[in-house]
T-cell receptor, first 117, second 110 residues
Framework: GAVVSQHPSWVICKSGTSVKIECRSL??????MFWYRQFPKQSLMLMAT?????????EQGVEKDKFLINHASLTLSTLTVTSAHPEDSSFYIC?????????????FGPGTRLTVT | GIQVEQSPPDLILQEGANSTLRCNFS?????LQWFHQNPWGQLINLFY???GTKQNGRLSATTVATERYSLLYISSSQTTDSGVYFC????????????FGGGTRVLVKP
């Protein structure tokens, strides 16, 4: 169990357009979902934390108006990159955690590679 | 501030060799996880190990929370073990989110 999917797996878009990435927990209900960003040969950086039905909490330095997060249900969160620019090109990874009695244990999606031309 | 440091940054192994990866963290933790990121970017959960020792096949991990470090052991390494290994910590002071270390890039040569 604990499978997380992401769609699309890769996307190319033109500068100035918006792109939406979906993150789904397939076999469990995710109380919290997280969005990360990873540049080549670097570590993962947390962008924001979202709980179902409430506004996302963004990390310092992440523009909330540029990276719109919606957590509509216990199995779906979306990240929309608005007015994308080439510097937004990156690998975006989501994760989901479930209430299991343990302190936070996250399960990761396969990632979405975004290229902005 | 809170920090997670991994060593070594890079590791080249001959197939069949054993190795130890280290993760040092700066504060008290709720949770610590080890992940393997494969060449396609997928993060695979290896261990959830806020304390103690666990083993899964050729991999094992030990976390000594009082001394603020965790070790990941790879025995009899295989080429499929290549990739990046990340340690990620949920610090008590940080509010239920994971802070990732810089990773150890492992290459296992046949």
């Amino acid at each position: 169990g604990a499978v997380v999917s992401q769609h699309p797996s890769w996307v190319i878009c033109k500068s100035g357009t918006s792109v939406k990435i979906e993150c789904r927990s397939l076999d469990f209900q995710a109380t919290t979902m997280f969005w990360y960003r990873q540049f080549p040969k670097q570590s993962l950086m947390l962008m924001a934390t979202s709980n179902e039905g409430s506004k996302a909490t963004y990390e310092q330095g992440v523009e909330k108006d540029k990276f719109l997060i919606n957590h509509a249900s216990l199995t779906l969160s979306t990240l929309t990159v608005t007015s994308a620019h080439p510097e937004d090109s990156s690998f975006y990874i989501c994760s989901a955690s479930r209430a299991s009695g343990r302190a936070l244990e996250q399960y990761f999606g396969p990632g979405t590679r975004l290229t902005v031309t | 501030g809170i920090q997670v440091e991994q060593s070594p940054p890079d590791l080249i192994l001959q197939e069949g060799a054993n190795s130890t990866l280290r993760c040092n963290f700066s504060d008290s933790v709720n949770n610590l996880q080890w992940f393997h990121q494969n060449p396609w970017g997928q993060l695979i959960n290896l261990f959830y190990i806020p304390s103690g020792t666990k083993q899964n096949g050729r991999l094992s991990a030990t976390t000594v929370a009082t001394e603020r470090y965790s070790l990941l052991y790879i025995s009899s390494s295989q080429t499929t073990d290549s990739g990046v290994y990340f340690c990620a910590v949920d610090f008590k002071a940080a509010g239920n989110k994971l802070t990732f270390g810089g990773g150890t890039r492992v290459l296992v040569k046949p």
